[in-house]
């Protein structure tokens, strides 16, 4: 097997692990290491010129990256419309990369791989059962307190009975486990429902199945696929802003679920009025709900999710101490820190070396590089002083006027989330402070976030800058 097929084995998980699996699905997994490749030139195969044109300018350079940093020999990348394999496929290679997938008409989007015209007004169950990602059930998410309500919620509104908590505005930041969420709500419902008919639908997918059907006259079976269903998942909403007539028929698709008493779950990278281009009348109908959260993951989820990822993986055994530096380091999002762990034991398995300490520095050094220098309190109250325009002194003082105790709680709430300092120390550092204050902080701050759009892009901002 020429080693080029290995590196794009591996270029094809890298890339994954860094995309989500919704990206992925739809522009990666078609591709092919096409006929020609070798080891100075690489041939990425796609089955249409639409797709070819979307891989080259979205994935080119990151392709080229990956494939150099694996085989310093290859010299270019090229993005071609062809379905012609270097290595064909063998019987029982699931591989998607090395298998000339059949080119679809309109980009594969999971829940929507059906053209609409063909699609019956009651969907076919089986059918959509597959929109359902397999590897994202309840079972399979480690909940608490920064997920809980959301867990808790998604699982009720599953649920057998009668409908609770629909709909359901699940929002977070990206790669915090919205979309796992959704998914298990499908699993679940589709359990709990042995008749029952579900959708996952991404808003994107929504946008342009509707644009479709208006510009071949025929919104009627578009509308009638959506309506008919006892559960729909509509994942990254934000998608849809600034587009009109979308968000007009995402409104009554909303309304008429609202007016029928049936599952709704919508996810969002932010709160309803947080989002920006979204119709007001559309917002109003999605605040109205139940609107949960999930917070950025603390030290302590990270580390059980990084555990409960690892029992999934038969026969790999990564020492604690390499789990517990992943979870210490990778702070931003769980994906990249899922990506990080695919990407260790590949490597490893790839190379035949066991994971150690030393492995996991050298191999995801550039993973770990940012977060590695430690944010201290010192740092986070500097940073606020600086944006606030408030002493450093005074954020530690008795002082308490809001232009002081905001920032003050804001400092707070960032020492909590990127620090592993526990509430007695941070409350220390702020002029010896009760922990219980530090937990006021924390709340105030987050629920100020959720209404005040000016904090948020605060805190985002100072995240972003003390994170480097
Ligand atoms: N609490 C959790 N327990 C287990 N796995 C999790 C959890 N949160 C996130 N993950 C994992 O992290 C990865 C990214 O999650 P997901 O795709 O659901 O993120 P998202 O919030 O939908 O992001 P985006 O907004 O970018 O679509 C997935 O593989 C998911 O299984």
Same mark, same amino acid.
């Given at each position: 097997?020429?080693?080029?097929?290995?590196?794009?084995?591996?270029?094809?998980?890298?890339?994954?692990?860094?995309?989500?699996?919704?990206?992925?699905?739809?522009?990666?997994?078609?591709?092919?290491?096409?006929?020609?490749?070798?080891?100075?030139?690489?041939? /990425?195969?796609?089955?249409?010129?639409?797709?070819?044109?979307?891989?080259?300018?979205?994935?080119? $350079?990151?392709?080229?990256?990956? +494939?150099?940093?694996?085989?310093?020999?290859?010299? &270019?990348?090229?993005?071609?419309?062809?379905?012609?394999?270097?290595?064909?496929? &063998?019987?029982?290679?699931?591989?998607?990369?090395?298998?000339? =997938?059949?080119?679809?008409?309109?980009?594969?989007?999971?829940?929507?791989? @059906?053209?609409?015209?063909?699609?019956?007004?009651?969907?076919?169950?089986?059918?959509?059962?597959?929109?359902?990602?397999?590897?994202?059930?309840?079972?399979?998410?480690? %909940?608490?307190?920064?997920?809980?309500? =959301? +867990?808790?919620?998604?699982?009720?509104?599953?649920?057998?009975?009668?409908?609770?908590?629909?709909?359901?505005?699940?929002?977070?930041?990206? !790669?915090?486990?919205?979309?796992?969420?959704?998914?298990?709500?499908?699993?679940?419902?589709?359990?709990?429902?042995?008749?029952?008919?579900? /959708?996952?639908?991404?808003?994107?997918?929504?946008?342009?199945?509707?644009?479709?059907?208006?510009? *071949?006259? $025929?919104?009627? %079976? +578009?509308?009638?696929?959506?309506?008919?269903?006892?559960?729909?998942?509509?994942?990254?909403?934000?998608?849809?802003?600034?587009?009109?007539?979308?968000? *007009?028929?995402?409104?009554?698709?909303?309304?008429?679920?609202?007016?029928?008493?049936?599952?709704?779950?919508?996810?969002?990278?932010?709160?309803?009025?947080?989002?920006?281009?979204? $119709?007001?009348?559309?917002?109003?109908?999605?605040?109205?709900?139940?609107?949960? $959260?999930?917070?950025?993951?603390?030290?302590?989820?990270?580390?059980?999710?990084? =555990?409960?990822?690892?029992?999934?993986?038969?026969?790999?055994?990564?020492?604690?101490?390499?789990? *517990?530096?992943?979870?210490?380091?990778?702070?931003?999002?769980? @994906?990249?820190?899922?990506?990080?762990?695919?990407?260790?034991?590949?490597?490893?398995?790839?190379?035949?070396?066991?994971?150690?300490?030393? +492995?996991?520095?050298?191999?995801?050094?550039?993973?770990?590089?940012?977060?590695?220098?430690?944010?201290?309190?010192?740092?986070?109250?500097? %940073?606020?002083?600086?944006?606030?325009?408030?002493?450093?002194?005074?954020?530690?003082?008795?002082?308490?006027?809001?232009?002081?105790?905001?920032?003050?709680?804001?400092?707070?709430?960032?020492?909590?989330?990127?620090?592993?300092?526990?509430?007695?120390?941070? !409350?220390?550092?702020?002029?010896?402070?009760?922990?219980?204050?530090?937990?006021?902080?924390?709340?105030?701050?987050?629920?100020?976030?959720?209404?005040?759009?000016?904090?948020?892009? %605060?805190?985002? !901002?100072?995240?972003?800058?003390?994170?480097?």
């Amino acid at each position: 097997m020429p080693a080029i097929v290995d590196a794009w084995d591996l270029v094809r998980r890298n890339l994954r692990s860094q995309s989500g699996a919704k990206v992925f699905d739809q522009w990666l997994k078609p591709a092919v290491l096409a006929a020609g490749s070798d080891e100075e030139t690489v041939r /990425i195969g796609l089955p249409s010129p639409f797709m070819t044109n979307y891989v080259k300018s979205h994935f080119g $350079d990151r392709l080229r990256l990956e +494939f150099r940093q694996l085989m310093p020999s290859v010299r &270019s990348v090229v993005v071609e419309t062809s379905t012609k394999a270097l290595v064909p496929p &063998s019987a029982n290679d699931e591989s998607p990369a090395t298998t000339a =997938a059949p080119a679809p008409s309109v980009p594969r989007v999971l829940g929507a791989d @059906r053209p609409l015209a063909a699609a019956p007004a009651k969907p076919a169950r089986e059918g959509e059962r597959f929109a359902f990602d397999p590897r994202f059930t309840f079972d399979r998410f480690v %909940a608490d307190a920064t997920n809980q309500v =959301a +867990f808790n919620a998604a699982r009720l509104l599953a649920a057998e009975g009668p409908v609770r908590f629909s709909p359901l505005y699940l929002h977070g930041a990206t !790669g915090q486990g919205k979309t796992h969420l959704a998914h298990a709500i499908g699993h679940a419902f589709l359990e709990a429902h042995p008749a029952g008919t579900a /959708i996952y639908m991404p808003a994107e997918r929504f946008m342009f199945e509707f644009v479709k059907a208006v510009r *071949e006259r $025929d919104t009627f %079976a +578009f509308k009638a696929r959506l309506r008919s269903v006892d559960l729909l998942v509509i994942d990254d909403l934000q998608f849809i802003a600034g587009k009109d007539s979308t968000q *007009e028929e995402c409104f009554h698709t909303v309304n008429e679920f609202m007016t029928m008493g049936k599952r709704l779950v919508i996810c969002a990278d932010r709160s309803p009025r947080m989002l920006e281009g979204i $119709d007001p009348k559309l917002v109003g109908r999605l605040a109205s709900g139940l609107v949960a $959260d999930i917070r950025p993951p603390e030290y302590a989820l990270r580390r059980a999710i990084l =555990a409960a990822k690892l029992a999934d993986m038969p026969q790999v055994s990564v020492p604690d101490e390499v789990l *517990e530096l992943l979870a210490m380091r990778i702070t931003a999002n769980i @994906r990249e820190l899922e990506g990080a762990l695919n990407r260790l034991v590949a490597y490893a398995q790839l190379i035949g070396e066991a994971v150690t300490m030393d +492995f996991a520095l050298q191999t995801l050094g550039e993973v770990l590089k940012g977060p590695q220098r430690r944010i201290t309190i010192d740092e986070i109250q500097k %940073a606020v002083s600086a944006h606030f325009e408030v002493k450093q002194l005074d954020l530690v003082s008795e002082r308490r006027a809001v232009a002081i105790a905001r920032p003050r709680q804001i400092a707070m709430y960032l020492a909590k989330k990127l620090t592993t300092r526990s509430l007695p120390e941070i !409350g220390r550092k702020f002029g010896n402070r009760d922990h219980s204050t530090v937990i006021h902080a924390v709340k105030r701050i987050e629920e100020l976030r959720d209404k005040d759009r000016e904090i948020d892009t %605060a805190v985002r !901002g100072l995240m972003r800058q003390l994170e480097g």
